[in-house]
DNA sequence: CGATTTCATGTTATCGTTACCACTTTGGGT
DNA sequence: ACCCAAAGTGGTAACGATAACATGAAATCG
């Protein structure tokens, strides 16, 4: 338009000196340039978009950007995607199916090049419609017990429960109990309770469950959930959480009731957070490698093929809260 | 299109529907919406956008989304923007000002509703430039000490790094270290060492400086440099750390040293973030209003009004890393 | 030296929506 | 019976870019 006047050609030349293509002699190229720099015009993505019916928007959906894990699920991604020039638009849904379809909605409104979004809730009929009607490539993170969508990329949280189960079996520990957050939204955690207590009860061993569905999956609700769980009565002899998090806040709560850890309680976190680099303690964990699910995820996006699972192993990250 | 031809109505009627703007009659609005639901339909926005020259997408440049700090502002900026209705599109500038600079293009291209970026870095004069001219809002977060473009929110992190030598002087702590990484970069950081120094050499102390610029500012960082520190000589009375996971990395290298602390050295970290609950240890910490930040950035960015600065304190979060 | 190819640029139609106004109907009010 | 407002709906022309093709000039060739 105006840079267009201002440099003496047509608006087509300016195109396509700004983005690359066509054949455009070195002269013309030079000063379109420097009166687009002179300008400060920055082109408009909408209408381009629009034209040539193709985003370089990738739309990402997780829980909660706060959450640790799911912002390292991220970074993978973006390691990915940015160095091809994608651009992330990144939403929250906070484990709501409702707040999942409309952000899908709003996303879709861009028209992305693909989508990335997190397993573990319910999705609803709407979205998944819209998400088939929409012809968009989909990638489902994290939930790998159910894969879904063009492809899958992420864990069994079931194997996950039942691998945290059997350390502490293989250390003679069958009194147990999970302490977790918002179980009721997060299907995954359900999954690894799940997978947990079964293995437990399969091995004669017993779990309780301690869990607050309106608390943040956080420190001070770790803290607060173990301390009533010792108020209860005699503390279990293994406790395994929801995530690093809460598993630090537990800790804090059994040695200041002055339970022994791993004497008298071994326990063990989930995710391998740096919240597992206590000062004196360290955590005992399953670490989930965010990084790769991310970048996995981001190139099952990018290149098409037929529905595939993606199932990535977990590690025993051995610390001094189980005893040996 | 589509929707208007199966619900026997022009496409005009559709986009009023849609939009619940404009007088329909209640029939032809419950068959529309039907209609579009059966379809799964979503309006393309970027057309939408392009039409009405407005788009509900805010852009929001941060660091990092991996950093504490940063996630919990980002809480506070959607807490206002999307009961609103609006959308945020997050980038990660990483501290570089050429990636600020191809993002800001990036975002601007979609143009949104306003920006909101983040201060301590040297902003390109491009960068500066294209906002200018593009009239779009803008909103500088976290950096307080130099306020820029239409309003500011933040802290200035100059008098929180003189709070911190004054904690130290107030307990007769002269020998002083600062530790902290991406000292190049950060120009926050860099103010907030330099008002720590500036105290400090005032009261007649003085302020050793252990910073790597290539290290992330994480745990095992604060912990390799503060092991270095203590292979170099006798530890320092005090230090104070770029942020708390350096400062938790330090308490480990510290206690694994076997220097007392705060018999021998008082620690001090930087930004409250959950880390701060070590298990028995409690870090002594400035404590800044991250979700605060956030929220007034988003109010400043939506009421226009002259440019304003916005000054918020930071507080001395008392813990155990301190001697009385 | 005319025919063909290459190079550099311009023309036109289109992407899917919305702003703005025009149009038809209906239902009073006088 | 006539007029006028309100209610409901549709037509048209943007919005700013690009895909696809068209054009003219310069270069190459047999």
Same mark, same amino acid.
């Given at each position: 338009m105006t840079v267009a006047a201002a440099a003496g050609v047509s608006p087509m030349t300016v195109s396509k000196v700004l983005r690359g293509t066509g054949r455009i002699s070195l002269a013309t190229r030079q000063r379109v340039m420097q009166v687009a720099d002179d300008l400060g015009y920055v082109p408009n993505g909408l209408a381009g978009a629009l034209s040539s019916q193709s985003s370089q928007i990738v739309g990402i959906l997780i829980?909660?950007?706060? =959450?640790m894990v799911y912002s390292g699920v991220l970074a993978g991604i973006n390691a990915v995607l940015v160095p091809k020039g994608f651009s992330s638009f990144i939403g929250e849904t906070f484990f709501d199916p409702e707040n999942e379809a409309r952000l899908v909605r709003t996303v879709l409104s861009l028209k992305p090049s693909g989508l990335i979004l997190t397993g573990g809730l319910e999705r609803t009929g709407a979205t998944m419609h819209v998400l088939r009607q929409s012809g968009v490539r989909c990638v489902q993170l994290w939930d790998g017990d159910r894969p879904d969508l063009d492809a899958t990329v992420g864990l069994s949280h079931r194997a996950a429960g039942r691998a945290a189960a059997d350390i502490f079996l293989s250390r003679g520990l069958r009194d147990a109990c999970y302490v977790g957050a918002q179980l009721d939204r997060d299907l995954c955690a359900a999954r690894r309770l799940e997978g947990f207590r079964q293995r437990l009860e399969e091995a004669g061993g017993r779990c309780r469950v301690l869990a607050d =569905?309106?608390?943040?999956?956080d420190v001070v609700t770790g803290e607060a959930l173990t301390a009533a769980l010792l108020a209860e009565g005699p503390p279990p002899e293994a406790i395994h959480y929801l995530n690093d998090a809460m598993a630090i806040g537990g800790l804090r709560a059994l040695l200041a009731a002055g339970?022994?850890?791993?004497?008298?309680t071994s326990v063990i976190g989930f995710?391998?957070?740096?919240?597992?680099?206590a000062i004196q303690t360290r955590l005992t964990t399953l670490e989930v490698p965010l990084h790769e699910i991310g970048a996995r995820a981001a190139q099952a996006l990018l290149?098409?093929?037929?529905a595939r699972t993606d199932l990535v192993d977990f590690q025993i990250v051995a610390g001094t809260t189980v005893r040996p």
């Open positions: 829980p909660s950007i706060g =959450d =569905d309106a608390l943040p999956r339970v022994e850890v791993p004497g008298r995710n391998g957070t740096s919240l597992r680099h290149q098409p093929g037929e």
